[in-house]
């Protein structure tokens, strides 16, 4: 991946996995624990602050990702809770740019001085929405969705309603040809690899894309309350609703993540070159663009990291990766609270969640 994949631009503004089921996964080992964090856009880095950890290291291959991390970090440091929100581009704000020149610039690494100082247009749009993947999403909740499903519908989805409303809703009302044709084809493997994600993203991706996602989709807009998820919320409006913000940006979070958030320790690099050992690791979908032989190398070297009772979790998209066979004899699989854990996740394309733990 990291020789085919382009890591000089914001690939996810956002970061697209539910921070409050890996919270729950992480939670038994990570409390006053050392955690390793694949970064991101530092969401769920951000997150993990609220299960008291002695430390995260937070790691990624792209240097962009690592600069919207600390900008997140300096943003918690400096501002209100209501002007972190206007300045990240939930809610509107017209002083981006001059908050980020007067005070929080200073605070940055060079590198990522640097990086925000070329790119102050996506500061002034707010830094949630600049990245690749989120330019999709709202490419398809603007311009693709009102042509197969009405205002009124779209005000009905993210209305609240019990399990059965929402299957009848869904059957009766949402589920028809134009909705499913529209939605495989705007997220095909062709698709989603030029306009969302990455072509090599998809490389180890057998079977098709569209239709897998529609399932999950289908899956999560009938069994799992629309209401409150910010993600749904995000894809069909452009923008998160202030009720129902993701987990690292909710009222209650602030003074906590505030108070410490000099425990992130921002790191551009591998997952497998840090040094120390780890108590609890969030690997996000690294596996997912790995081939077999890549992704049991990379297992076993975190493997060698890891305390024991420490416990991964990560997440399968569209490739199917669980602990090697070699190593079931020195994790243990937590496939019960895994499984309980994905029927509620938010963030609903993944097809699998995963939980082990060292034994």
């Avoid at 640097?114 to 749009?125: K, T």
Wanted: net charge positive; glycine share 4%; aromatic share 12%.
């Amino acid at each position: 991946m990291t020789k085919k994949s382009k890591f000089n631009f914001i690939r996810y503004a956002s970061v697209w996995e539910d921070p409050e089921i890996l919270c729950e996964a992480l939670a038994p080992s990570a409390r006053n624990g050392r955690i390793l964090s694949i970064a991101s856009a530092g969401d769920n880095a951000l997150s993990l602050l609220t299960l008291n950890p002695s430390e995260i290291v937070a790691v990624d291959f792209s240097a962009p990702q690592i600069a919207c991390l600390e900008l997140r970090m300096a943003a918690f440091k400096k501002l209100s809770y209501l002007d972190l929100c206007k300045f990240l581009g939930v809610e509107k704000s017209e002083k981006r740019r001059e908050t980020y020149c007067d005070q929080l610039r200073k605070i940055l690494t060079k590198k990522a001085q640097g990086f925000w100082d070329n790119n102050l247009s996506l500061i002034q749009e707010g830094i949630i929405h600049g990245g690749k993947f989120e330019r999709y999403l709202r490419l398809f909740g603007k311009w693709i969705l009102p042509f197969v499903q009405s205002c009124s519908k779209i005000d009905e989805l993210l209305r609240k309603k019990s399990l059965t409303e929402r299957i009848e809703f869904y059957e009766e009302k949402w589920d028809h040809w134009r909705w499913r044709l529209l939605f495989k084809i705007f997220f095909s493997r062709f698709m989603m690899g030029r306009a969302g994600r990455d072509p090599s993203f998809f490389n180890h991706v057998e079977g098709t894309v569209g239709e897998r996602i529609l399932a999950r989709s289908k899956y999560a807009l009938t069994q799992c309350p629309t209401h409150q998820n910010p993600f749904l919320h995000y894809i069909l409006r452009g923008n998160y609703a202030t009720s129902h913000l993701p987990h690292y940006l909710r009222p209650e979070h602030y003074e906590t993540i505030r108070a410490r958030i000099d425990r992130i320790k921002p790191v551009e690099g591998s997952a497998t070159e840090i040094e120390g050992k780890f108590d609890a690791f969030n690997l996000s979908d690294i596996f997912e663009y790995m081939s077999e032989e890549e992704f049991k190398s990379c297992y076993e070297k975190l493997l060698t990291q890891a305390n024991p009772n420490a416990r991964m979790a990560y997440w399968n998209m569209l490739v199917p990766r669980s602990c090697p066979k070699d190593f079931l004899t020195r994790v243990s699989p937590q496939k019960d609270q895994a499984d309980s854990l994905h029927k509620v996740d938010q963030a609903w394309f993944y097809q699998k969640f995963v939980i082990e733990q060292v034994q």
